[in-house]
């Protein structure tokens, strides 16, 4: 990074690209590099040249950290009910005559979505509520479902899986979970038509709901099993641990799902063992405290157990300190086959261009291991050679 300063003011160009000018007194010099300026320089001038400087410093940025057009990009962690533009929900709350905390968008940003990180997940996940206190009608779950998929086409994604939970989203209104099932379905698919964007839908048990909620949200999901790819059980990890649903992901595993599971975010890399080896999951959400194990690093990487990483989430969840912390860098060096995805994005206030061009270069990544993280969002994701290489074929 590097600042300049001349009287009293100074720019910073940040490693996120922003600039920020303040009143500064000092004469400052970067670490690694220093802009120098003759007396003659007005301030003008010298703001001029600093913001044609940040131009080159973000071309040189897009040069090194970059997502890869010889690859399919993927989000294959993304809740579809965390994802529920502002702008939806106070469509709904008017279409629906419903009492919102605001009406209008600035206004309703910080009940919504993330402004500053939360002090747990529990904290962070209540900013979800308001985007599925608005689902008055299993049209309002199909628009969100159908918009999810705009989303994903306008942020350049050549494949997304779409998690969500039916019982989270019906409970305001008391929805009828399998009508919350085929709403999604259908906008889904619609959606996909529209933009070309492949998709598949995992369900999600939320766990915080307790082991009877859950086997319903099953039932409903196993009602359109051959429209579900896989299971995940989501939401307190600490309170609902794994071994609860035992009984649960048999079921999935015996209708032919695929396995992906919650664990290693709010627990210890005990929760992502029992994940492993009581549920059969084959990937794993987060899994950030698998990093304290190195023999689970090593079972992860030589068995191919895929981590569904999510950096933004993580440091707004407070799970990791800081992104200089986060344990994805440690994963890939390890050979474990994690991936860059968003979680919430909207919740979040971010795009998935954001995890890679800013988020992950700021975790530490080489160029090369955001190249991995993106190769190996495709082979862990829940889809058929077959289908894997039909989207490398787009690229070729």
């Known amino acids: 990074m590097m600042l300049v300063s001349y009287t009293d003011c100074v720019v910073f160009l940040g490693q996120n690209n922003v600039i920020k000018i303040k009143t500064y007194t000092n004469i400052v010099s970067s670490k690694n590099s220093t802009q120098r300026f003759s007396q003659k320089h007005s301030k003008t001038n010298l703001l001029s040249a600093l913001l044609n400087r940040h131009d080159e410093l973000i071309q040189t940025d897009k040069k090194r950290f970059m997502i890869t057009k010889t690859l399919p990009l993927t989000d294959i962690h993304r809740h579809l009910d965390g994802n529920i533009r502002i702008q939806t929900i106070l469509d ?3 279409q629906y005559n419903l009492d919102l905390p605001a009406y209008d968008i600035e206004s309703l940003r910080p009940h919504v979505q993330v402004m500053d990180n939360q002090p747990d997940l529990l904290s962070f996940l209540s900013k979800l509520d308001w985007g599925v206190k608005v ?3 299993l049209d309002a779950c199909k628009r969100i479902a159908f918009e ?5 086409a306008q942020q350049g994604l050549d494949y997304v899986e779409l998690r969500f939970s039916p019982g ?4 305001t209104h008391q929805l009828p979970l399998e009508g919350v099932v085929e709403a999604v379905i259908a906008g889904v698919k619609e959606g996909s038509q529209a933009y070309g964007v492949k998709a598949n839908l995992i369900g999600i048990m939320s766990r915080t709901f307790g082991q009877e909620a859950c086997e319903k949200e099953l039932n409903a999901l196993l009602a359109h099993k051959n429209d579900i ?5 989501a939401g307190d ?3 609902f641990p794994g071994n609860l649903f035992i009984d649960h992901f048999k079921k999935a595993r015996d209708a032919g799902w695929h396995i992906t599971v919650h664990a290693g975010e709010a627990a210890g890399p005990e929760s992502i063992w029992q994940a492993i080896e009581e549920l059969g999951a084959k ?5 950030v405290k698998a990093v304290q194990d190195l023999k689970l690093l090593d079972y992860l990487a030589k068995h191919q157990i895929g981590i569904e990483s999510c950096l933004t989430s993580n440091i707004q969840t407070n799970t990791v300190p800081s992104l200089a912390e986060h344990p994805l860098k440690t994963f890939l060096e390890h050979g474990v ?5 968003t979680d919430d994005p909207a919740v979040e206030g971010i795009e998935i261009q954001h995890e890679y061009l800013t988020a992950a270069p700021l975790a530490g990544l080489s160029p090369e291991q955001i190249y991995t993280a993106q190769e190996n969002g495709l082979k862990v994701a829940f889809l058929s050679e077959q289908e894997k290489d039909e989207l490398r074929q787009k690229y070729q």
């Open 283 to 287: 990937r794993i959400g987060h899994g």
């Open 92 to 94: 709904l709350g008017q």
């Open 168 to 171: 989270y989203m019906g409970m």
């Open 135 to 137: 689902l008055a009608s």
């Open 148 to 152: 999810n998929m705009q989303d994903a």
């Open 237 to 239: 990890e600490l309170g």
């Open 337 to 341: 086959l994690a991936t860059i995805n």
């Open 229 to 233: 790819k896989a299971l995940d059980l």
